[in-house]
Each structure stands twice: as C-alpha cells, then as structure tokens.
C-alpha cells in the first residue's frame, strides 16, 4: 500500500483552494523548495473579475459575476476551461487554475494553467440569452485574453458553441479572424477531430490501465459513472465499448442502475429526447448519491469537486477511483482510500485528454494542417499512457499516492521554468 504525503491528521474536508494549496505544500516540501516558492505557486499570477449584465429576451436586465484566473504562464500560454455554474466563485476558479498549471506540466504540453467561470445557471436562459452574456464576459477580459496570452475551452455548462461566441468576438475586436485563441471549437472553425471525446477517451486509457494494475479484466469489469455530461457519457461509451459492464450512470436529476450492465447506446437515445439519465426504461432508479457507494471495480466521479469526502469515503467500494472530474476527492477521503487500499487515479493526469487535444487543435491551427481523428486518437494514448507509466513508476520509486507523485512531477517542472527564466527584474 502506498502512503500519501502530510495530508491533514484532521478528517475535516477543506475547500478546493484549500485543497489544491495543500496539496502544493506537500510538493514543495518533498522537493526541498523554499516557502517563497510556495507563496509564488499557491498565488495566481493574474486574476480578473468581471460584472457582466445581461438584458433578458423579456426586457429585463441582470447582473452576472464572472471570473478568469491566470494561475501561472511560465512554461506558455495560460489554458483552461470556462465554467457556466451557479455555484462558481473565485477561490474554487483559483484552485482549478493551478490544477491546470499541474495538468499541463505533468502532460508536458507548452501552456500554464487558467480557470473562468459564470455564476449562471445556463439552463434557465434562452440561447440567445447565453450568446450575449458570453460575448460581454469574453469582451471585458480581452486584454488578457489572445493565442499567446490565455487560451480557454469548454467546462461545465459550456460547449463548442460557446467557445464560437467567444472567438468570434476575439476577432471582431482584434479585426481578423483568430481561430486558436479558443479550442474545443466546431471542426467548421478550426476545431480538431476528436476534440470532444477527448476527456472521456483519456479518462478510459487510464482506467483500463488502472484497472489491470489491479489485476482486473476490462471484459469482467464493473463500473459506476457519475455525472453524464460532456466528460461522464463519453466515459460511460468507452468504457461500454471496452467490455467493461457500466451498471449505474447518474446526472444533477438523479441515477439509473442494472446490476447486469446498462445498455449505453439505448440509453444515450434517452439522453438525447429526455435530457436526463432518468426514467430511462432499462434500468432501476437509484439514489443520486447512492451511485458513488456501489460495489463495483471502477468509480469515476466525472460531475464536480468535493463528492468524495470524509463523510462517504469509508462507504465506498470500488477497487480503482478514476477522476473525470476535477477536484472531486477531499484529501481526507483521498487518506481513508489509501487505508483501504483504494487505488485513486487523480484528475490532473486522468482527465487530461481534453487539454492534450486541445493543445493538438492549438498545434494543428497553427500549422493550418489537419490530423486525421485516428491520428489524434492515437497521439493522445500514447501521451495518456505515457504519463500513466511515468506517474505510476516515481510513485512506486518514492511510496507515495498517485497524487502526490503527479503533483510532485508537475510542480517540478513548473519550478524548473522558473529557475530557468530568473525573476524579473
Ligand atoms: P458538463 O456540464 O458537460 O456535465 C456535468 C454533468 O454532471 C451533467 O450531466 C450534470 O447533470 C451532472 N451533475 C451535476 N451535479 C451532479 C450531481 N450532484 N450528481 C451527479 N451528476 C451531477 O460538464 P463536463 O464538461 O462534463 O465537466 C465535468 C467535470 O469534468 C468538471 O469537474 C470539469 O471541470 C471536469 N473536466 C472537464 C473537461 C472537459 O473537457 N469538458 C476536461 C477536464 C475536466
């Protein structure tokens, strides 16, 4: 059994940027660096928060609050997703940013790490409502947005069409057309094949992975799948398509479970007509929450943060957690897993995928040349694997967590970029 880091003795669970500040502290020191370090990395280096009115298709007006956090640009450009979420706030935009700085260093790709959020609940507003609200949020944060600068792409609640809306007012204001300043854009504008699923794809080539680390056979695998959105049904499908039986999927409304393995083309026609996992006629409803207690070989928590934590974590059966999601599991769950030999694959490397096509998009964009979708697929499981094999190898060289060894590898790698370039002046 491996042993994480100082994670804290308490079993309280603290919050994202609490999270991601401790999981730094404990990085910083197994690699010696200095508490000036620390307070370089545990700060973002640019954050903008924005006011975003909205004037409703019925005439009335509306304030929105709406956030971008640079957390770091030292290897390249800042890259990361932009979130439509009710529940959206700056210290939790903060922690995804600097989970994105790891991510991107970890995978090596040239970028640093960004977040940008909406407090909206999209799915109260009309599209053209939307349309607006993203163009005034895009348009009050481009001076520090551009292909060099800050590059976003889709998170919850947002998707290629968003990306668009973005891009397009970029260019509008600059006056010419600057595809790459987004990715996860429609293939028509630049975007890359295989951008969409690439999430969910690199979530299933370290899963199987995980899983026959553990000595488990995908075709007699079973596994549970929280959240059905962009990352959780592409996941569920891969996962389908391995031979690993899915016996529970969840979204916000609720869960549907078959102890004998879900049929997922059926019941992502359900999705399609019904937009939502439940009621779907192939399977028993289940407690929303219930799902992530199932006795199944493989959990991935593909919603949101903070699911996993010290009130459930003892309740959990899986064998292997794989994150979708970003930041779903506290560090107090993460010390409960380790005790009962529960393997956690952490999200910076299992959801990674999105951010390597996206930087394959950037790539291809850039050379005006495009891949076809199985070269992009199979450059993204060799990148996917690759880090799994590095990831697994120095955790096993030096007894740590999965976790702790990718945030150790990454932030590494960030120091490193810093020492290099000096401090200005
Ligand atoms: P999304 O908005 O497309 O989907 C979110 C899904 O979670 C929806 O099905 C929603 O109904 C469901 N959900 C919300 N609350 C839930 C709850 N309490 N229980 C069960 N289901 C719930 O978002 P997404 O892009 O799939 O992102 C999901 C997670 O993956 C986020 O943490 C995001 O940061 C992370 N992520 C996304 C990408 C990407 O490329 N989209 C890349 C890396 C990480």
């Not at 295989?194 to 979530?203: I, L």
């Amino acid at each position: 059994m491996t042993t994480t880091l100082h994670l804290p003795e308490a079993d309280a669970d603290l919050t994202p940027l609490e999270e991601a500040r401790a999981q730094l502290r404990d990085a910083i020191d197994f690699l010696g660096l200095s508490e000036g370090k620390y307070e370089m990395l545990a700060h973002a280096r640019r954050e903008m928060t924005v006011a975003v009115p909205l004037r409703r298709d019925n005439g009335d007006l509306e304030l929105f609050i709406g956030h971008r956090v640079q957390h770091n640009f030292t290897r390249g450009p800042a890259k990361g997703g932009v979130r439509y979420d009710p529940n959206v706030d700056l210290d939790e935009v903060r922690a995804l940013a600097m989970w994105m700085t790891w991510k991107c260093a970890l995978l090596d790709v040239p970028y640093g790490g960004a977040k940008g959020g909406v407090r909206i609940d999209p799915r109260n507003y009309s599209q053209t409502e939307l349309e607006r609200v993203t163009r005034r949020y895009t348009s009050e944060l481009i001076p520090i947005l551009g292909p060099e600068k800050d590059i976003p792409a889709p998170d919850m609640g947002t998707d290629e069409q968003t990306m668009a809306w973005m891009m397009d007012t970029y260019s509008v204001a600059v006056g010419h057309t600057v595809p790459s300043v987004v990715t996860g854009k429609p293939i028509s504008l630049g975007g890359s094949l295989g951008r969409r699923e690439s999430t969910s794809r690199g979530v299933v080539h370290v899963a199987l992975a995980a899983l026959e680390s553990r000595g488990l056979r995908p075709a007699h695998s079973t596994a549970a799948v929280q959240g059905f959105g962009k990352v959780g049904r592409g996941a569920a499908r891969f996962l389908d398509e391995a031979d690993v039986a899915v016996l529970a999927v969840s979204d916000m409304y609720g869960a549907v479970h078959n102890p004998a393995g879900l049929d997922i083309p059926a019941l992502e026609a359900h999705v399609d007509v019904t937009g939502s996992v439940v009621d779907f006629s192939g399977a028993e409803p289940l407690d929303r929450d219930a799902l992530l207690e199932l006795d199944v070989d493989l959990l991935v928590p593909a919603a949101h943060e903070g699911v996993l934590t010290s009130d459930n974590a003892n309740r959990v059966r899986a064998k292997v957690i794989v994150e979708g999601a970003n930041g779903p599991t506290s560090s107090a769950a993460d010390r409960i897993f380790a005790e009962n030999d529960i393997l956690v694959v952490p999200d910076i490397l299992a959801n990674a995928g999105g951010v390597i096509v996206s930087y394959f998009e950037w790539v291809q964009g850039n050379q005006s040349y495009w891949w076809t979708a199985d070269e992009v697929e199979e450059r993204l499981r060799t990148r996917m694997l690759g880090s799994w094999k590095d990831v697994t190898a120095y955790a096993r060289e030096h007894d740590l967590s999965l976790r702790s060894a990718a945030t150790i590898m990454a932030v590494e790698r960030v120091a490193l970029a810093h020492r290099q370039r000096g401090l200005y002046p």
